[in-house]
């Protein structure tokens, strides 16, 4: 399994902009799909954004199109999530995660989690 530890989270106004960091373990993260996920309060974990194994390509949810964008440096072990012109519905905690497949956006498919960072997004 990887160990993820996020970062990055914190409280914002509506508009702002924040980026999450995930720092992973392990020598093979280059072969991992990595993804994150959110969770609001009261609502089911959903998929936000998702890059390949060695970051061939990625994908991110319609309600955060052209608001977000996943990246990944290799090199550093770290998957990153830049998120601008935020909502108060972007408020959640936002979970990094790994999966021994090429590509996925399915939190099922995803084996290793981190523990998860607050974004609230104030009005």
């Known amino acids: 399994q990887v160990q993820l530890v996020e970062s990055g989270g914190g409280v914002v106004q509506a508009g702002g902009s924040l980026r999450l960091s995930c720092a992973a373990s392990?020598?093979?993260?280059?072969?991992?799909?990595m993804g994150w996920f959110r969770q609001a309060p009261g609502k089911e974990r959903e998929f936000a954004a998702a890059?390949?194994?060695?970051?061939?390509?990625?994908s991110v949810a319609a309600s955060v199109s052209g608001r977000f964008t996943i990246s990944r440096d290799d090199a550093k072990n770290t998957v990153y999530l830049q998120m601008n012109s935020l909502k108060p519905e972007d408020t959640a905690v936002y979970y990094c995660?790994?999966?021994?497949?090429?590509?996925?956006?399915?939190?099922?498919?995803?084996?290793?989690w981190g523990q998860g960072t607050q974004v609230t997004v104030s009005s």
């Open positions: 392990g020598r093979t993260f280059s072969r991992y799909a």
């Open positions: 995660a790994a999966s021994d497949r090429y590509m996925s956006t399915k939190s099922a498919d995803f084996g290793s």
């Open positions: 890059i390949s194994a060695y970051a061939h390509s990625a």
